[in-house]
Structure formats: C-alpha cells, structure tokens
C-alpha cells in the first residue's frame, strides 16, 4: 500500500513540477517581451546575437540543405520515374522543402547549435554571478541578456530556414538536372508554376518564426532556470536539444493541419 | 542625525522553515569600514543581499539612508542599487567583455558620457587599482588578483556610496591580498564611501577594518573594534580569532554516536 502511495506521489510531483516549470518559462517569455525596450533601442546588442546564433549558424545549415536537397533529388527522381513524372522532380524538391523540411530541419539544427550555446552560456553566466552581478548595478538582465538573444532568434530563424531552402533546391538542381540529366527548363518551370507564394512560402516563414520563438524561448528559459553548477548547466543543454525537438516536430504538426485545413 | 547609512533591525530570515537569521541588528556608519565575520554557512553574504534587495527578510527591516529597502518596488531597488558597488567572491567579470569594457559598462548603462569622458574615468578606475595597463586584455587573461581587482574598478565605476566585498581575499595569493586589503581602505577613504565586508580572514580584516560584527547560530555573536575583539573573553570569538580546532563551533558536524554507525 505504501509503495502504491508513494508511487501516485511520484507522479504527481513529476506533474505539478512540470506545470510549475512550464509557468516559469510562460512567465519569462512575457518579462521578455515586457523588457524587450532596449534590444530595439540599442539595436547593436541584438545585431551582436544575430551575429552569434545566425551568422555562426550558417555553415551547418547551408552544408545540411545541400545533403538534404540532394537525397530529395536522388530519393524523388527514382519515385517519380516509375509514374513517368521525372520532370516534376523541381516541384517536388522545393515543397517538400519549403512547406516542411526548411523550417523543421533549420529548427531541429538551431536548437543543437545554437539553442545549446544560448543555454550554457545563460546558465554559465548564473553560475559565475555575471547575472547577480548586473542586477547589482541595477541592470534588468532580462533586458540586457536574455531579450536581444530572444529576438536575434525569432529574426534568424526565418532567414536561416529560407537560405536552407534555397541551398536545398540548388542541391536538388545538381543531383536531379547535373548529375541525372532531368530537363532544366522542366524543372524551374514546374517548381514556378506550383510554388503558391501566399500558400506555400509565407506559410513556411510562418512555421519558422513560431520554431524560432519556440526554440529560442525554450533555450533561454532552461539556462535562465539551470541550477548554477556544472551539473545543472551540462542537464539544462541537454533539456534545450530534447525539449526544442519534440516542441519542434509537435507544433509542426499543429501548425501543418491548420494551413492545410484553411 | 544619526551617523548610520545602512540599519538593519531585528532581522530575520531563511530558506523553507529554517531560519538562517534570529534576529539581526547592524549598523554600518557612513564612511567607516566594516566587517561582517563568521564561519562558513553562517550567513553573512545573505547579508549583502539583503542589504541589496535580491531578497526579502521574513521579518525585521534593512534600511538605507532611511529608506527601507524591502518596501521599493523594483524601480526603486533599481535606484537604490545605483547607490551600491559590490564586489564579487570571484570578481563576476562579464568574460564576453574585456577589460576596460567590463568597467565601462556601469557607465554605458546608467549614464550618458560620450566616449572620450568614458575612456578617462575607465583608465582613471583602472589606475587607481593598478592595472591601467591590462585594459585591454580579457578576464580569461587575468589571474584570481588581478580579476578581483577589475571588479573592484568596476564595483566603483560611478563613485558608490555603499562598497560591498564578498569575500575579497578568498583564494589569493598573500601579495595580492595585501593589495587588496590596502585598496578597500583606500578607496573607501577617497570616495568617502562606507564599506561592508564580509569574509572569515582573520588577520587581514583586523589590520584595517573599523568595526568588526561577529555572526554566529542567526545572531550577532559579538561586535566591536578590532582592538576590543582581540581583547574579547567570548569563547566564540576567541575560538576563530586564534582558529581553534575545537570550542563552541565543534569539530563535528551533529551525527548518530559513533558506535552506532560502525555497528559495533
């Protein structure tokens, strides 16, 4: 019986710390944005994070799309030849990527790369005093730390998904009309003809502005709220990569059958 | 009027049930330096936060120049904050930021100044706590003095009324500790500032500071110049000025008997 009562206690505490953290995080992304003044005012704080989670960003994203656009090339060619519809190769590439892949990819990408450096160097800066520190000089560090990384997120997620998106065609093209020798004219042309702007690019940059507020909330929120040792900062990156995934693949599937369903 | 800047009035605290503080009472005098000593855990850099208003007493007050502290909302934390230098046990340099741009950064943030203003009170700051020429360098360049003496500068970047030490002379070297117990007395000389140390080194403390408090199990175990202190009968005082292995702080930590635990 005891153990019975201890194990519905287990579960339950597991339950309300999860609601209790889950409003923390809610309650910080509102501080954010309460305190997001100077990140617009003194714009070069946040040009410097987009400079760290963007720019620093690039090589793995742009190195990624290719791979990706090129399995898409190799993977929709052989699918589509047995149906007689090889040309539509360019379509296929670009929605796939566009619609899907480009934000879920550059969102699954941001969160191991730069998810988990915003992550360790909030919860190393807690853990160092750099935080306590500026509260002391009566600094706001949700203002001066934590807003100008949220917004160099949101601001870099878009982008870094729509360059993903353009290297994965590129890396379709090479496969689909280079290597295999797909017409050209056909598949620029299909890719033109089917790619609604409204419908299947804004939608995209949709999906990824949500990823990057997503992601990049859930990055800052875990290094804000690690325990400051070694310990806590090292589990907090993990929860970063864990957490922004699954949010990341949840959402997606929200966000799909809403454009879909209008 | 009364001579003191900071009071702090039967003051209590804790974390969850335990109490940490039983009842405290403080004064610091304006433009004196004081200590705040005792063993480790006792509570003393709970004080300093209290004093600053990272958190909140369960009861009793802390009040700055009449203004008690705990009652401010966060905009008037924020300027009595402004009031305030603090120095950290490890010096809390921003490790993104060199140095000059660490001692700027009270600056930057709460004034003004154009650049070429910013760049003599940087170097002046710097000069005055002997590493004008090691502004540009990175806190991951610095060692434990040095770096603690860079966040001394920035501690005082916008001239202070109220110093507050955390531990200075924790892990350093015994020249470096010299230094740093003659820039405390200095600075707070030339600001005509009013310091707060708190630290358990014994001898360092006792060469310059004024007025010593001695915190033990949640209250003032004993206060008092470091002349009276040095001449104190009180076992505890005794015990950690002459750093007694055993006496009213035990050498064990309360435990099951010894028997017990072995089984025997």
């Given at each position: 019986?005891?153990?019975?009562?201890?194990f519905?206690?287990?579960i339950?505490?597991?339950?309300?710390?999860?609601?209790k953290?889950l409003?923390?995080?809610?309650?910080?992304?509102?501080?954010?944005?309460?305190s997001?003044?100077?990140?617009?005012?003194r714009?070069?704080?946040?040009?410097?994070?987009?400079?760290?989670?963007?720019?620093?960003?690039?090589?793995?994203?742009?190195?990624?799309a290719?791979?990706?656009g090129?399995?898409?090339g190799?993977?929709?060619?052989y699918?589509?030849?047995?149906?007689?519809s090889?040309?539509?190769?360019?379509?296929?590439?670009?929605?796939?990527?566009?619609?899907?892949?480009?934000p879920?990819?550059?969102a699954?990408?941001?969160?191991?790369?730069?998810g988990?450096?915003?992550?360790?160097?909030?919860?190393?800066?807690?853990?160092?005093e750099?935080l306590?520190a500026?509260?002391?000089?009566?600094?706001?560090?949700?203002?001066r730390?934590i807003?100008?990384?949220?917004w160099?997120?949101?601001?870099?997620?878009p982008?870094?998904?729509?360059?993903?998106?353009?290297?994965?065609?590129?890396?379709g093209?090479?496969?689909?009309?280079i290597?295999?020798?797909?017409?050209?004219?056909?598949?620029?042309?299909q890719m033109?003809?089917?790619?609604?702007?409204?419908?299947?690019i804004?939608?995209?940059?949709?999906k990824?502005?949500?990823?990057?507020?997503?992601?990049t909330?859930?990055?800052?929120?875990?290094?804000?709220?690690?325990?400051?040792?070694?310990?806590?900062?090292?589990?907090?990156?993990?929860?970063?990569?864990?957490?922004?995934s699954l949010?990341?693949?949840?959402?997606?599937?929200?966000?799909?059958?809403?454009m879909?369903?209008? | 009027?009364?001579d003191?800047?900071i009071?702090?009035?039967?003051?209590?605290?804790?974390?969850g049930?335990e109490?940490?503080?039983?009842?405290?009472n403080?004064?610091?005098?304006?433009?004196?330096?004081?200590?705040i000593?005792?063993?480790?855990?006792?509570?003393?850099?709970?004080?300093?936060?209290?004093?600053?208003?990272?958190i909140?007493?369960?009861?009793?007050?802390v009040?700055?120049?009449?203004?008690?502290?705990h009652d401010?909302?966060?905009?008037?934390?924020?300027?009595?904050?402004?009031?305030m230098?603090?120095?950290?046990?490890?010096g809390?340099?921003?490790?993104?930021?060199?140095?000059y741009?660490?001692?700027?950064?009270?600056?930057?943030e709460?004034?003004?100044?154009?650049?070429?203003?910013?760049?003599d009170l940087?170097?002046?700051?710097?000069?005055?706590?002997?590493?004008?020429?090691?502004?540009?360098?990175m806190?991951?360049?610095?060692?434990?003095?040095?770096?603690?003496?860079v966040?001394?500068?920035?501690?005082?970047?916008?001239?202070p009324?109220?110093?507050?030490?955390?531990?200075?002379?924790a892990?350093?070297d015994?020249?470096?500790?010299?230094?740093?117990?003659d820039?405390?007395?200095?600075?707070?000389?030339?600001?005509?500032?009013?310091?707060?140390?708190?630290?358990?080194?014994?001898?360092?403390?006792?060469?310059?500071?004024?007025?010593?408090?001695?915190?033990?199990?949640?209250v003032?175990?004993?206060?008092?110049?470091p002349?009276?202190?040095?001449?104190?009968?009180l076992?505890?005082v005794?015990?950690?000025?002459?750093?007694?292995?055993?006496?009213p702080?035990?050498?064990?930590?309360?435990?099951?008997?010894?028997?017990?635990?072995?089984?025997?």
């Amino acid at each position: 019986m005891k153990s019975l009562i201890s194990f519905f206690e287990k579960i339950g505490y597991s339950i309300t710390s999860r609601i209790k953290r889950l409003g923390t995080a809610t309650r910080l992304f509102f501080l954010i944005l309460i305190s997001s003044g100077e990140s617009f005012k003194r714009f070069h704080l946040t040009m410097k994070e987009i400079y760290f989670t963007g720019v620093m960003s690039l090589v793995i994203i742009i190195v990624s799309a290719f791979f990706v656009g090129m399995v898409l090339g190799l993977q929709g060619y052989y699918t589509l030849q047995k149906y007689g519809s090889s040309e539509a190769i360019g379509v296929l590439v670009a929605l796939a990527l566009v619609r899907e892949l480009g934000p879920v990819v550059t969102a699954l990408l941001f969160a191991g790369r730069a998810g988990t450096a915003i992550t360790a160097e909030i919860g190393l800066m807690k853990a160092t005093e750099q935080l306590s520190a500026m509260e002391m000089m009566a600094v706001n560090p949700v203002g001066r730390i934590i807003a100008p990384r949220f917004w160099a997120g949101v601001i870099a997620m878009p982008i870094l998904a729509s360059i993903f998106s353009m290297v994965g065609i590129l890396g379709g093209y090479v496969v689909a009309v280079i290597v295999i020798g797909v017409d050209e004219g056909a598949f620029w042309s299909q890719m033109q003809a089917n790619v609604d702007f409204r419908y299947d690019i804004v939608n995209g940059v949709i999906k990824s502005l949500v990823f990057g507020v997503a992601c990049t909330t859930i990055a800052l929120f875990e290094g804000f709220d690690a325990p400051p040792t070694a310990e806590g900062v090292s589990r907090a990156t993990t929860r970063t990569v864990v957490t922004s995934s699954l949010v990341i693949l949840g959402l997606d599937f929200i966000l799909t059958s809403f454009m879909l369903g209008g | 009027m009364s001579d003191n800047l900071i009071n702090i009035e039967n003051l209590t605290f804790g974390y969850g049930k335990e109490l940490l503080h039983k009842g405290i009472n403080m004064q610091f005098q304006k433009g004196k330096v004081s200590a705040i000593m005792g063993g480790s855990g006792s509570g003393k850099t709970t004080i300093l936060k209290l004093i600053g208003g990272q958190i909140k007493p369960n009861s009793g007050s802390v009040s700055i120049d009449g203004q008690v502290v705990h009652d401010q909302n966060l905009s008037g934390i924020y300027q009595l904050r402004r009031k305030m230098g603090m120095l950290f046990q490890h010096g809390a340099l921003f490790t993104d930021l060199s140095v000059y741009e660490n001692v700027a950064f009270p600056m930057r943030e709460h004034t003004d100044l154009p650049e070429n203003i910013i760049k003599d009170l940087v170097l002046m700051k710097l000069n005055a706590v002997g590493l004008r020429g090691s502004y540009k360098l990175m806190p991951t360049e610095l060692s434990g003095g040095m770096a603690r003496r860079v966040a001394l500068a920035r501690a005082i970047a916008l001239d202070p009324d109220i110093i507050m030490y955390d531990e200075p002379f924790a892990g350093l070297d015994p020249i470096s500790m010299a230094v740093i117990c003659d820039l405390i007395r200095t600075l707070n000389d030339a600001l005509g500032a009013t310091s707060i140390i708190v630290t358990h080194d014994v001898a360092e403390t006792f060469s310059f500071a004024d007025y010593i408090y001695f915190v033990a199990d949640g209250v003032v175990a004993a206060e008092g110049s470091p002349k009276q202190l040095m001449a104190s009968k009180l076992p505890f005082v005794k015990q950690f000025i002459h750093s007694e292995k055993d006496g009213p702080v035990p050498f064990h930590v309360a435990a099951p008997s010894y028997n017990s635990d072995l089984a025997l």
